[in-house]
């Protein structure tokens, strides 16, 4: 099956810091989704983007299918950016709704 | 516009009990995924409904069953509890998950179940 790959597994910032998180995946895609896990659990899509680039607000997102990669821009972090970061995909022939989640990335967010 | 409702949010059931979790989708939404997490496995997918039938199902034993009625709610349940089953499971809605755009995922806050 597809292999997920999410780096770094850990960051810690300090508010109005910039960052850069990466996922990575071992084949082709037609869905990849970016959430956001808050304290309490909730998963709050952040971003379908199976190719591309998207904005929304200090967050953006760009997908390169052909490498098989996605990267999650966060700017001006606030310290209600921290909770934890997944990448998930699917692919056809998996069904589109079985999403495949990486490992997370855990970011922490300091005054 | 609601969002996915899970209830209930906590239980906490003693080994060999079985539970039910429910789910509402976002209205209009048709198909509903179930995923388990755990801080061992991660995220993991159990199974998804679409119009009463299951299309797609995870690696788990059979104890884990779903069902989808006719206005789209869907109940998840685990027989024979096992510790391991202690977890949070989520519940996931989209449209219909054939076409792009509308095959968007949103979650519910989750059932969180301890297993004692």
């Known amino acids: 099956g597809i292999q997920v790959e999410q780096s770094p597994p850990d960051l810690i910032l300090q508010e109005g810091a910039n960052s850069t998180l990466r996922c990575n995946f071992s084949?082709?895609?037609?869905?990849l989704q970016w959430f956001h896990q808050n304290p309490w659990g909730q998963l709050i899509n952040l971003f379908y983007?199976?190719?591309g680039t998207k904005q929304n607000g200090r967050l953006s997102a760009t997908t390169v299918a052909t490498e098989r990669y996605s990267l999650l821009y966060i700017s001006s972090s606030q310290t209600t950016d921290s909770g934890v970061y997944f990448c998930?995909?699917?692919?056809?022939?998996?069904?589109?709704?079985?999403?495949?989640f990486g490992a997370g990335t855990r970011l922490a967010v300091h005054p | 516009k609601a969002g996915v409702t899970q209830t209930p949010r906590y239980l906490i059931k003693t080994r060999g009990q079985q539970v039910t979790l429910s789910c509402s989708p976002i209205s209009g939404h048709r198909s509903v995924s179930w995923y388990q997490q755990t801080p061992g496995q991660g995220l993991q997918f159990l199974f998804e409904?679409?119009?009463?039938?299951?299309?797609n199902k995870g690696n788990f034993p059979g104890r884990f069953s779903g069902r989808q009625f006719s206005n789209s709610r869907s109940e998840m349940n685990v027989s024979t509890l096992e510790l391991g089953d202690s977890a949070l499971y989520l519940c996931a809605s989209s449209l219909t998950g054939r076409t792009s755009g509308a095959n968007v995922l949103t979650f519910g806050a989750g059932s969180r179940l301890t297993v004692l």
């Open positions: 409904y679409f119009s009463e039938t299951q299309r």
């Open positions: 983007i199976p190719s």
């Open positions: 084949d082709s895609v037609n869905n």
């Open positions: 998930a995909v699917a692919r056809i022939s998996g069904g589109y709704n079985k999403l495949i």
